[in-house]
Nanobody, 121 residues
Framework: QVQLVESGGGLVQAGGSLRLSCAAS??????MGWFRQAPGKEREFVAA????????YGADSVKGRFTISRDSARSTVYLQMNSLKPEDTATYYC????????????????WGQGTQVTVSV
C-alpha cells in the first residue's frame, strides 16, 4: 500500500510560481507523478518521475514551465510550477504506479486527495 498526501496548492497571479509536494508513505518504490483536473474537464497527465529520479516526462502543455523532482529519500515528489497561466487552474493530484510507462498510459495504482491550484488573471 502507498499513501500519498499533497500540499502546496493555493491562489497565485498569472506569471507566478507555486511548488506542490507529495509525501509518500508505505511502499515507496514506485514511479510518481502529477495529474490535474479542471472543472468540467477530464483528468489529465501533467508530469512523472521514475522511482530513482533519473527519468522524467511531462505533458507538452507544461514543458519549459513545470519541473518534477524527487528527494534523495525518494519519499517526496515536487512539482515546481513557474510562469503559471489561468488555464493551469485545476485540482492537482499526486499518483503512483509501478513504472513511469504505466503511470503515463494506464490508471495509477494510487491517488492522493488533491490540492487546488488557482491562477488569477
Amino acid at each position: 500500500q502507498v499513501q500519498l498526501v499533497e500540499s502546496g496548492g493555493g491562489l497565485v497571479q498569472a506569471g507566478g510560481s507555486l511548488r506542490l509536494s507529495c509525501a509518500a508513505s508505505g511502499r515507496t518504490f514506485y514511479a510518481m507523478g502529477w495529474f490535474r483536473q479542471a472543472p468540467g474537464k477530464e483528468r489529465e497527465f501533467v508530469a512523472a518521475i521514475t522511482w530513482g529520479g533519473g527519468s522524467t516526462y511531462g505533458a507538452d502543455s507544461v514543458k519549459g514551465r513545470f519541473t518534477i523532482s524527487r528527494d534523495s529519500a525518494r519519499s517526496t515528489v515536487y512539482l515546481q510550477m513557474n510562469s503559471l497561466k489561468p488555464e493551469d487552474t485545476a485540482t492537482y493530484y499526486c499518483a503512483a504506479h509501478r513504472t513511469l510507462a504505466l503511470l503515463t498510459t494506464s490508471p495509477p495504482d494510487y491517488w492522493g486527495q488533491g490540492t487546488q491550484v488557482t491562477v488569477s488573471v
